[in-house]
């Protein structure tokens, strides 16, 4: 975490200096819509009085994930680090402002920015946004957090996904204190991966479903985020709300229960709650009611994500589940 730590903290991204004390927008273009109408990605920088840490708090790389923007929004509406004591905090509320106009989880031509990465110049959209991303914003971080959801409707209870190859990324997650953590595998071209190859430490906070804004993960989100910043001695006052005492569930396996026929799926357990083997978690029946056939829990452990969809095929997800003990 040494590389920006330099006596003289005056920030410079994208042609435009950040003095110490100072905060500033800075709007990074990529492309136009067909309209003509330039895109430009939002960059807020606060930078703090002392030198420190350089955090980015990330939402958006799948545009229809919008809980990351709205903690993002909350965040910056509410002045959080207004007054920022030490390092600098970099927040890109929407990375993939294009998927957010669409309500898309990719680019408009169907690319996953977050399967683009590192990126390059003269690539297609997905790319550029990868490539600019490294470019003008990643290189000067330490540290960051890249904010999701589930995929689809299916809806994640508030949870860390930390790098094994990168011990200080498990430290970040036990100071977020989600309800549950774990390590994931980096996938390839992936955001995760990239600042990884950079020895940049990420955590990715998972947190509700795509297209709906999720109030409890919103929370978790900004409380987990207001730890961290305050660990590492970023802010002077805490104005947060902060509901404390939350366990963190360490998961060391997780499985995702899949449909084994279709027809309509009715879950009857709670996200987040703790499940015994065996145990009925819902229903797949037809439409009707008839051939009904339970789906049971195949350990003792938590259910983590749960699908909303009530129309299923053979195959989907149903429910994600992971055994674990209290970190
Ligand atoms: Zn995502």
Redesign the pocket.
């Known amino acids: 975490m040494s590389e920006n730590l330099q006596k003289n903290h005056t920030k410079f991204i994208y042609n435009e200096s950040i003095e110490p004390g100072e905060h500033k927008l800075i709007q990074i273009p990529v492309d136009k819509l067909p309209t003509g109408t330039l895109i430009k990605i939002p960059v807020y920088v606060f930078n703090g009085t002392e030198a420190g840490p350089t955090l980015l708090i990330q939402g958006g ?2 545009g229809d ?1 919008i809980n ?1 923007v709205e903690i993002c929004r909350r965040i910056l509406t509410n002045k959080y680090f207004g007054r920022l004591k030490k390092g600098c905090v970099i927040v890109v509320p929407l990375l993939n402002v294009f998927g957010f106009i669409y309500n898309s ?1 990719e680019v408009t031509d169907g690319k996953d920015v ?1 399967r683009s990465f590192p990126g390059s110049k003269a690539g297609s959209l997905a790319s550029r946004i990868a490539y600019t991303h490294m470019n003008e914003i990643v290189k000067h971080i330490d540290i960051g957090i ?1 904010l ?4 689809g409707m299916r809806s994640n209870h508030p949870q860390i996904r930390y790098s094994k190859e990168m011990p200080e990324s498990l430290e970040m997650a036990h100071i977020f204190r989600p309800p549950f953590l774990f390590a994931s595998k980096m996938i390839p071209r992936s955001f995760r991966q990239a600042c990884y190859k950079k020895g940049k430490p990420i955590i ?1 906070f ?1 947190g509700g479903e ?1 297209a709906r804004f999720d109030e409890f993960a919103i929370n978790e989100g900004i409380e987990g985020i207001m730890r961290i910043v305050k660990h590492y001695d970023m802010v002077n006052a805490v104005n947060y709300t902060q509901s404390g005492n939350n366990e963190t569930v360490h998961l060391n396996r997780r499985k995702w229960l899949r449909a084994r026929n279709g027809g309509v799926f009715c879950p009857i357990v709670l996200n987040g709650t703790p499940i015994k083997r065996q145990q009925i978690l819902g229903h797949i029946s037809d439409a009707f009611g008839n051939n009904r056939r339970a789906v049971k829990a195949p350990y003792d452990g938590y259910i983590i994500a749960v699908n909303n969809k009530p129309l299923v095929s053979k195959g989907d997800a149903l429910f994600h589940v992971g055994e674990g003990l209290i970190a």
């Open positions: 790389l799948h994930e990351g989880r977050n890249d999701h959801t589930g995929g990715v998972e795509s």
